[in-house]
C-alpha cells in the first residue's frame, strides 16, 4: 500500500459517527419530535387549549373542582331551617290539602313576642293566586310584621325576535312566565325568586342573582331578598353584590353538606308549639319543602352523592351573601392562554429526560397546579382545575412516548450499524449506559491502538480487474473487522486498505493490551490462510503489516455536532501508525510499553531501536512472536 492512500484516503465512517447528535436533532419521523423544535408541539397545545375553551373537558372538570373547592367549613347558627317534612305530612296530610292558615298560625307563633321574635322569616313555598279570602287574608295579615320574605318563581324558554337588519336574535333564557304571591301577601312582604338551575352536567353550582322581567322589573334572588333584609334589621348595609357571569349567575360556595341547616325542627313543631318561639329570636328562619316527595331536591357541587333540598340552597346562598364570601370565576381565554404556555413548559422540560425524571416532574407539575388552583380558589378566583394538568399529562405521554420510539429507533440504528464495527458486548454495553455518554467532546484514556495494512495491494491490484481489486479488499477488510471485534476492539475506521483500531474505550477492558495482540496474531494467521487462496486463484498473494502501541489518548467524538467521528488521537495513536509504516509483511511490530504491559505472556524479539518518522529519537521496536507457551 502506498502510505500517501492511507492518510489521503476516504475511509469508513466510524460506528459511533453522530450518536452525540441525537438529542440535537430529535426524530423528524415522528410527529412530536424533529428539527422544527417546538412547533408540533405547540400545535398539540393549541389545539388542547382550544378543546378546552370549548368546553369539551366539562364533564371532567366540573366533578375535579367540586371535589377540590367545596368543603365544608363551620357556619354560625344565625340561619334555621325548618322543614315541611315527612313527620307533617303525616300530621297533617299532604301538602296539596294545606290551607293558608296553617303557615298563618306559624308565622303567628314565631312573631308572638315583639322582643324574641326572628329576624327575618323566609317562606321558600310559593304562594301565587287567591283561594280564601278569609285564609288569605290571615296569612297576609301574619306575614306583615315587616320580617318576612316570600317567594316568587319565573318560567323559562326560548324567544326569537326578527329585527329591523333582518337578522334573528334567540334568547335561550327568556321569561316566559312569572307567579308572584297573591296582591295582599304580596304588599306585606319582601319577595325574592326561588329559581333553581342546573349546569349542563346536572349539578347545581351557581344561583341566579336577579331575575328581569319583561316589563322591566328586577327581582331579587330569595336569597339576596334575606339577606339584604337581615342586614337592614341589623342596621348593617345590603351586602356587596356577587360577581356573576354574562348571564347573571354567581358561583355559590357552599358552607354546609345536606343536613347541615337542617336542626330537625318540623313545622309541626312550630304548630304544637314543642319548640319555643324564642329558640328563633334574631336569627333567619327558613321554612320549606325538606321531604322528598315534595320534589325539592337537586344534586349540588357540595355533594354529588345525596341530594340537597332547595331550601337548604338557599340557606348556603344566605350564608355566602351574609359573609361576602364571593367567588369570580377567571376568563375562559386567558385560562386557556395561561393552559397553551403551561403545555409548552412542560413539554420543554419532558423533552429527552429518562422515564424516572418525567414521572417526577410530571407529579410536581400536577400537584403544584391542583395547589395552586386551590390556593387560588381560596383567594376568590375560580379556575378550571382540570385543564392544566390534564394538560401537562398530555405532554407527559406524548414525551414519554417521542423519547421511547427515539430511544427504541437509536438502539436500532446503533445495533444494525453499529456492530458490524465492535463487539456486540460492548453496543449492549454502551445501550444499557446510554448513547448520551458518547456526545462531542472527549476523555483521556489509557488504550491499545492497532494498525494494520496490506502489504502488496497496490502491485496486485494493477494486474486485477476493479470487480477482483474490490472482492479481494473486502475479503481482507471482513477479516481484519471480525478479528477486531471478536476480541472486543474498537473499529476506528478503514483508510483505503488499512484499518485502525484500538481498545480500552468507549468502556474499561482490563486486559486490552493483550486484547489487541490477540487480534493482530489472529489477523496474521488469518492472512496466511487468505493469501493461499489468493496464490491460487490469481496467482499472487498479499500479507498483512501490523503495529501496536500503547499509551495515553484522547477519546472521543472528534468534529463538529452536524459531523463527527469517534476516534481517538494523539501522540499513541501516531506511533502505532509509524509501527505499522514499518513493519514488512506478516510481521507484528510493537512498542516496548507493549511488551512491558505484557511481560512474559508473549514471545518478542527486540529490534533496537529504529528512527520512526516524526520521532526525534530512536525508539525501540520489537517484534511479536507470537503468545508465552504455557508450562508443560
Same mark, same amino acid.
Given at each position: 500500500?502506498?502510505?500517501?492512500?492511507?492518510?489521503?484516503?476516504?475511509?469508513?465512517?466510524?460506528?459511533?459517527?453522530?450518536?452525540?447528535?441525537?438529542?440535537?436533532?430529535?426524530?423528524?419521523?415522528?410527529?412530536?419530535?424533529?428539527?422544527?423544535?417546538?412547533?408540533?408541539?405547540?400545535?398539540?397545545?393549541?389545539?388542547?387549549?382550544?378543546?378546552?375553551?370549548?368546553?369539551?373537558?366539562?364533564?371532567?372538570?366540573?366533578?375535579?373542582?367540586?371535589?377540590?373547592?367545596?368543603?365544608?367549613?363551620?357556619?354560625?347558627?344565625?340561619?334555621?331551617?325548618?322543614?315541611?317534612?315527612?313527620?307533617?305530612?303525616?300530621?297533617?296530610?299532604?301538602?296539596?290539602?294545606?290551607?293558608?292558615?296553617?303557615?298563618?298560625?306559624?308565622?303567628?307563633?314565631?312573631?308572638?313576642?315583639?322582643?324574641?321574635?326572628? !329576624?327575618?322569616?323566609?317562606?321558600?313555598?310559593?304562594?301565587?293566586?287567591?283561594?280564601?279570602?278569609?285564609?288569605?287574608?290571615?296569612?297576609?295579615?301574619?306575614?306583615?310584621?315587616?320580617?318576612?320574605?316570600?317567594?316568587?318563581?319565573?318560567?323559562?324558554? @326560548?324567544?326569537?325576535?326578527?329585527?329591523?337588519?333582518?337578522?334573528?336574535?334567540?334568547?335561550?333564557?327568556?321569561?316566559?312566565?312569572?307567579?308572584?304571591?297573591?296582591?295582599?301577601?304580596?304588599?306585606?312582604?319582601? +319577595?325574592?325568586?326561588?329559581?333553581?338551575?342546573?349546569?349542563?352536567?346536572?349539578?347545581?353550582? @351557581?344561583?341566579?342573582?336577579?331575575?328581569?322581567?319583561?316589563?322591566?322589573?328586577?327581582?331579587?334572588?330569595?336569597?339576596?331578598?334575606?339577606?339584604?333584609?337581615?342586614?337592614?334589621?341589623?342596621?348593617? +348595609?345590603?351586602?356587596?353584590?356577587?360577581?356573576?357571569?354574562?348571564?347573571?349567575?354567581?358561583?355559590?360556595?357552599?358552607?354546609? +353538606?345536606?343536613?347541615?341547616?337542617?336542626?330537625?325542627?318540623?313545622?309541626?313543631?312550630?304548630?304544637?308549639?314543642?319548640?319555643?318561639?324564642?329558640?328563633?329570636?334574631?336569627?333567619?328562619?327558613?321554612?320549606?319543602?325538606?321531604?322528598?316527595?315534595?320534589?325539592?331536591?337537586?344534586?349540588?357541587?357540595?355533594?354529588?352523592?345525596?341530594?340537597?333540598?332547595?331550601?337548604?340552597?338557599?340557606?348556603?346562598?344566605? +350564608?355566602?351573601?351574609?359573609?361576602?364570601?364571593?367567588?369570580?370565576?377567571?376568563?375562559?381565554?386567558?385560562?386557556?392562554?395561561?393552559?397553551?404556555? !403551561?403545555?409548552?413548559?412542560?413539554?420543554?422540560?419532558?423533552?429527552?429526560?429518562?422515564?424516572?425524571?418525567?414521572?417526577?416532574?410530571?407529579?410536581?407539575?400536577?400537584?403544584?397546579?391542583?395547589?395552586?388552583?386551590?390556593?387560588?380558589?381560596?383567594?376568590?378566583?375560580?379556575?378550571? !382545575?382540570?385543564?392544566?394538568?390534564?394538560?401537562?399529562?398530555?405532554?407527559?405521554?406524548?414525551?414519554?412516548?417521542?423519547?421511547?420510539?427515539?430511544?427504541?429507533?437509536?438502539?436500532?440504528?446503533?445495533?444494525?450499524?453499529?456492530?458490524?464495527?465492535?463487539?456486540?458486548?460492548?453496543?449492549?454495553?454502551?445501550?444499557?449506559?446510554? !448513547?448520551?455518554?458518547?456526545?462531542?467532546?472527549?476523555?483521556?484514556?489509557?488504550?491499545?491502538?492497532?494498525?494494520?495494512?496490506?502489504?502488496?495491494?497496490?502491485?496486485?491490484?494493477?494486474?486485477?480487474?476493479?470487480?477482483?481489486?474490490?472482492?479481494?479488499?473486502?475479503?481482507?477488510?471482513?477479516?481484519?473487522?471480525?478479528?477486531?471485534?471478536?476480541?472486543?476492539?474498537?473499529?476506528?475506521?478503514?483508510?483505503?486498505?488499512?484499518?485502525?483500531?484500538?481498545?480500552?474505550?468507549?468502556?474499561?477492558?482490563?486486559?486490552?493490551?493483550?486484547?489487541?495482540?490477540?487480534?493482530?496474531?489472529?489477523? @496474521?494467521?488469518?492472512?496466511?490462510?487468505?493469501?493461499?487462496?489468493?496464490?491460487?486463484?490469481?496467482?499472487?498473494?498479499?500479507?498483512?503489516?501490523?503495529?501496536?502501541?500503547?499509551?495515553?489518548?484522547?477519546?472521543?467524538?472528534?468534529?463538529?455536532?452536524?459531523?463527527?467521528?469517534?476516534?481517538?488521537?494523539?501522540?499513541?495513536?501516531?506511533?502505532?501508525?509509524?509501527?505499522?509504516?514499518?513493519?514488512?509483511?506478516?510481521?507484528?511490530?510493537?512498542?516496548?510499553?507493549?511488551?512491558?504491559?505484557?511481560?512474559?505472556?508473549?514471545?518478542?524479539?527486540?529490534?533496537?531501536?529504529?528512527?520512526?518518522?516524526?520521532?526525534?529519537?530512536?525508539?525501540?521496536?520489537?517484534?511479536?512472536?507470537?503468545?508465552?507457551?504455557?508450562?508443560?
Amino acid at each position: 500500500m502506498e502510505k500517501s492512500g492511507r492518510e489521503e484516503g476516504a475511509g469508513v465512517r466510524t460506528w459511533l459517527k453522530n450518536v452525540g447528535k441525537t438529542r440535537e436533532t430529535g426524530t423528524a419521523a415522528w410527529l412530536f419530535a424533529g428539527r422544527g423544535g417546538f412547533l408540533p408541539w405547540a400545535a398539540v397545545a393549541a389545539l388542547f387549549a382550544l378543546a378546552a375553551f370549548g368546553g369539551l373537558l366539562y364533564s371532567m372538570d366540573g366533578p375535579l373542582c367540586d371535589a377540590l373547592y367545596q368543603k365544608r367549613r363551620t357556619v354560625d347558627g344565625r340561619i334555621a331551617v325548618v322543614g315541611i317534612d315527612e313527620r307533617a305530612l303525616e300530621a297533617l296530610g299532604p301538602f296539596q290539602n294545606w290551607d293558608r292558615e296553617l303557615m298563618a298560625r306559624i308565622l303567628e307563633y314565631l312573631n308572638a313576642s315583639p322582643d324574641a321574635r326572628p !329576624a327575618v322569616i323566609g317562606l321558600d313555598v310559593l304562594y301565587s293566586g287567591e283561594t280564601d279570602p278569609v285564609k288569605d287574608g290571615r296569612l297576609a295579615e301574619a306575614a306583615g310584621a315587616g320580617n318576612v320574605v316570600t317567594a316568587a318563581a319565573a318560567g323559562f324558554g @326560548r324567544t326569537v325576535e326578527f329585527l329591523e337588519d333582518g337578522t334573528v336574535e334567540a334568547d335561550e333564557q327568556a321569561v316566559l312566565s312569572y307567579e308572584e304571591p297573591y296582591p295582599a301577601l304580596k304588599a306585606g312582604t319582601a +319577595q325574592g325568586h326561588i329559581n333553581a338551575m342546573y349546569d349542563r352536567d346536572g349539578i347545581l353550582r @351557581r344561583a341566579l342573582l336577579e331575575l328581569e322581567l319583561p316589563d322591566g322589573r328586577r327581582i331579587p334572588s330569595f336569597a339576596l331578598a334575606v339577606a339584604s333584609l337581615y342586614l337592614e334589621r341589623e342596621g348593617e +348595609q345590603p351586602p356587596e353584590r356577587p360577581p356573576t357571569d354574562s348571564r347573571g349567575f354567581w358561583y355559590l360556595d357552599f358552607a354546609g +353538606q345536606p343536613g347541615d341547616y337542617y336542626e330537625y325542627i318540623s313545622v309541626a313543631d312550630l304548630l304544637d308549639k314543642s319548640v319555643p318561639a324564642e329558640y328563633f329570636a334574631d336569627r333567619i328562619v327558613l321554612i320549606g319543602p325538606y321531604a322528598a316527595g315534595l320534589q325539592d331536591q337537586y344534586i349540588t357541587s357540595a355533594n354529588h352523592a345525596q341530594p340537597m333540598y332547595g331550601v337548604e340552597i338557599q340557606a348556603n346562598a344566605v +350564608q355566602a351573601l351574609l359573609e361576602e364570601n364571593y367567588k369570580q370565576e377567571a376568563p375562559g381565554l386567558a385560562q386557556a392562554a395561561v393552559l397553551f404556555a !403551561a403545555m409548552l413548559f412542560a413539554a420543554h422540560l419532558f423533552r429527552s429526560r429518562g422515564l424516572r425524571s418525567c414521572i417526577a416532574l410530571w407529579a410536581l407539575l400536577c400537584g403544584g397546579c391542583l395547589w395552586a388552583a386551590k390556593a387560588a380558589y381560596d383567594g376568590g378566583l375560580v379556575l378550571h !382545575a382540570l385543564w392544566t394538568p390534564l394538560g401537562i399529562t398530555v405532554m407527559f405521554a406524548g414525551a414519554v412516548g417521542d423519547n421511547y420510539l427515539r430511544n427504541a429507533l437509536e438502539k436500532r440504528r446503533v445495533t444494525s450499524t453499529f456492530k458490524r464495527y465492535v463487539a456486540p458486548e460492548i453496543v449492549d454495553e454502551i445501550l444499557k449506559q446510554g !448513547a448520551g455518554r458518547l456526545e462531542l467532546g472527549g476523555r483521556l484514556c489509557e488504550i491499545a491502538v492497532l494498525f494494520v495494512d496490506i502489504r502488496g495491494f497496490t502491485s496486485m491490484s494493477e494486474v486485477l480487474t476493479p470487480p477482483q481489486v474490490v472482492e479481494v479488499l473486502n475479503r481482507y477488510l471482513s477479516l481484519t473487522a471480525s478479528c477486531i471485534m471478536e476480541n472486543g476492539g474498537t473499529l476506528d475506521k478503514f483508510i483505503g486498505d488499512a484499518a485502525m483500531a484500538f481498545w480500552g474505550a468507549p468502556l474499561p477492558d482490563e486486559d486490552f493490551v493483550m486484547n489487541a495482540v490477540r487480534a493482530a496474531l489472529d489477523m @496474521r494467521e488469518g492472512a496466511a490462510g487468505l493469501g493461499r487462496e489468493l496464490e491460487a486463484q490469481f496467482g499472487r498473494s498479499v500479507s498483512f503489516g501490523i503495529g501496536i502501541h500503547t499509551g495515553p489518548a484522547v477519546v472521543g467524538n472528534i468534529g463538529a455536532s452536524s459531523r463527527m467521528d469517534y476516534t481517538a488521537i494523539g501522540d499513541t495513536v501516531n506511533t502505532a501508525s509509524r509501527l505499522e509504516a514499518n513493519a514488512p509483511g506478516g510481521a507484528i511490530y510493537i512498542s516496548r510499553a507493549v511488551a512491558d504491559a505484557l511481560g512474559d505472556r508473549i514471545q518478542a524479539a527486540s529490534l533496537g531501536e529504529i528512527r520512526l518518522k516524526g520521532k526525534a529519537d530512536g525508539f525501540e521496536v520489537l517484534r511479536l512472536l507470537g503468545l508465552a507457551q504455557p508450562p508443560e
